[in-house]
């Protein structure tokens, strides 16, 4: 062992000087997991060489079956394989494989010429050796519901089945021996990478320390086999924990491959930093991808297999557009038709679109009045789990109902007062402790409905229950309505305030979904919204450097401009042929044209209509 460079020649010192053979033994095996994670194996194979064959075999297969790698990756096997198909029922679960369509990615990279979007083949492509380096740090981005979660879970089932082989993966995976996924919004203040670990990723408690162990002397000792998947940069606090924060930005683990996912306007930061070696975004689903997860939904195997049968033989093609337009009784056919598409390229955009779909034709209602907006899908999707709640089966139902008024005129209130505390917060707030809930009048109806999940938390010796919204655009959405009843209270000093507040582009982005879902909700919430925009927009790009820099801003602020005004069109003009007084305004003073271009061909159209044209530069207009 000596010979191997493992064990050193005082380690064997104090080996030879126990009296027995029996003591040496034990002093032999104490200092052995010391000697790092490759000590075992080697001693295994001096075994062998030394003609000690059975022995060998008996601890390796010991070994093998209870081994760190094999108790996390059982782990991910029994809770990460399955996946729960509605945010607000825990009880609605389905396996990962049942439900997960491949995304789009891309990889950005940055010259001086500019950025570039290069497609990728696979989710393990961002692993890839590049110009014979392995990357170190990868930043994964993404809007919310895109699929950044379920993308560290399929990671971490892919090689849970491979490492268990009750599958296969791709090669580049089965380089490490550990696979770790920690949930950045979980983490506790003060917490270490060890602690997270034994909070997010359970073992027996009888190997618990064992395995803890064997991990962090991977960490320190076999780092190359070693891959880290941090998700949620966007909800985490970096004053959260000292040590998961360095090693993120580098100052820790530098050669330990780690993965982070953020939502978009928090991936700048990381990307500033220069600390990534590689910049990726799931953009979403491809038309393709929409039509194989809605046949999944429905179930609709058969109709999709024809599909792409057909599609395969260029004769059939016009053939196949048909049976397209059929899957998932018809839903396809609907979004193409109603040019939905773009809407529901986000996976759960596209799943609230399921499940409305499906109660439609299982209540013989209209499907013409599906949503195209998110302000006015979230609110059917409420109404939706109303529905569901109370038994109710049509519109003036709902208007009647005295359980529904009194959850709107009480209990939403105070929810969505938590809802806009909770994101207003320093940190973010994303969690909630019971406590904080004390003041809402019926809140078990919260629970029922699935608006709020509790979960038990284990803390030394402590157990409480953390409290959060299904999704954080749940949470987002509720924020708005607190700030659309104080508008409609005319009181605008919540709303003035928090746009004081967003003192930077960064800041105005993190509240994109509040602000788009309080322009859906209030008419009298987008003129204050956009010209506060747009003092930042001429700030930021009066400090940008270059005429590319200023066009990369303007770039990002158009899109979002455009999102705030579909919503505000969509909920505000149901004529959906004249533009509101509203958007006329501070469409001029904004200098935004016919020429700025809309997903939605009737509202550009509208725009054309209404807009002359300009054919300078948006961008140098504004300035």
């Not at 059982?74 to 996946?83: G, L």
């Not at 891959?227 to 993120?248: H, K, M, V, W």
């Not at 409609?488 to 919540?494: E, F, G, L, R, V």
């Amino acid at each position: 062992m000596v010979a191997t460079n493992l064990f050193s020649k005082d380690n064997a010192d104090r080996v030879m000087a126990k009296e027995t053979e029996n003591d040496q033994a034990f002093e032999f095996l104490r200092i052995l997991p010391k000697c790092g994670p490759r000590a075992f194996e080697t001693f295994v194979e001096v075994l062998r060489k030394h003609n000690k064959i059975e022995l060998a075999d008996k601890l390796a297969d010991k070994a093998t079956a209870y081994s760190s790698k094999n108790q996390i990756a059982n782990f991910y096997i029994n809770y990460m394989s399955q996946i729960q198909r509605l945010p607000w029922d825990t009880d609605d679960t389905m396996h990962l494989d049942d439900v997960y369509v491949n995304l789009q990615w891309v990889q950005e990279e940055r010259k001086p010429a500019g950025t570039s979007s290069v497609p990728i083949h696979s989710y393990t492509s961002i692993l890839d050796t590049k110009q014979g380096k392995t990357p170190k740090r990868i930043l994964v981005r993404g809007k919310a519901g895109i699929g950044k979660t379920t993308f560290t879970q399929k990671m971490a089932t892919d090689w849970a089945n491979a490492t268990l082989g009750l599958g296969e993966c791709d090669e580049v995976l089965l380089r490490y021996k550990h696979v770790l996924i920690i949930n950045l919004r979980s983490i506790q203040p003060g917490q270490t990478l060890k602690e997270a670990m034994e909070t997010q990723i359970s073992c027996p408690a009888e190997n618990r320390k064992a395995v803890t162990d064997e991990v962090m002397q991977a960490l320190d000792y076999d780092s190359d086999h070693v891959l880290l998947a941090f998700d949620g940069y966007d909800e985490y606090d970096i004053n959260t924990s000292t040590e998961i924060t360095d090693i993120i930005y580098r100052r820790r683990y530098q050669d330990v491959c780690t993965v982070i996912t953020t939502r978009p306007w928090k991936a700048e930061e990381l990307m500033n930093r220069r600390i990534m070696d590689g910049a990726y975004e799931i953009t979403g689903l491809t038309n393709g991808n929409i039509a194989e997860y809605v046949a999944k939904f429905f179930n609709d195997h058969k109709t999709y297999y024809k599909y792409l049968a057909l599609r395969s033989d260029w004769k059939s093609f016009i053939k196949s557009l048909g049976v397209l337009n059929s899957i998932g009784k018809g839903l396809v056919g609907y979004l193409e038709e109603k040019k939905l598409m773009s809407l529901v390229k986000i996976p759960i955009i596209l799943l609230f679109i399921c499940l409305m779909w499906q109660e439609d034709q299982e209540s013989d209602a209209q499907t013409d009045s599906l949503p195209a907006s998110y302000t006015l899908l979230y609110k059917k999707l409420i109404q939706l789990l109303l529905r569901r709640r109370y038994g109710i089966r049509t519109q003036v139902e709902m208007e009647q109902s005295a359980c529904v008024k009194n959850l709107e005129e009480q209990t939403f209130i105070s929810l969505s007062k938590l809802a806009y505390d909770g994101l207003v917060k320093p940190d973010g707030c994303l969690i909630f402790d019971e406590k904080d809930l004390q003041t809402i009048p019926d809140v078990n109806e919260l629970y029922i409905l699935g608006l709020l999940s509790k979960c038990k938390v284990y803390s030394n010796l402590d157990v409480k229950h953390e409290v959060t919204f299904p999704h954080k655009t749940i949470q987002e959405f509720f924020a708005a309505k607190y700030l659309a009843r104080k508008l409609d209270q005319n009181d605008s000093k919540i709303l003035d305030k928090l746009l004081e507040n967003l003192d930077t582009t960064d800041k105005l982005y993190d509240m994109s979904f509040v602000l788009r879902f309080l322009c859906g909700l209030s008419r009298r919430a987008t003129t204050k919204v956009l010209h506060r925009a747009k003092s930042l927009l001429v700030r930021q790009s009066i400090e940008a450097i270059g005429l590319f820099s200023v066009k990369r801003v303007y770039s990002r602020y158009s899109q979002w401009c455009k999102d705030l005004l579909l919503e505000h069109w969509y909920a505000h003009c149901p004529q959906e042929t004249v533009l509101s007084p509203e958007l006329f305004s501070w469409h001029t003073e904004l200098h935004i044209h016919g020429s700025f271009d809309h997903s939605d061909p009737r509202f550009q159209q509208v725009l054309q209509d209404r807009l002359p044209g300009d054919p300078t530069d948006a961008a140098l207009e504004v300035l």
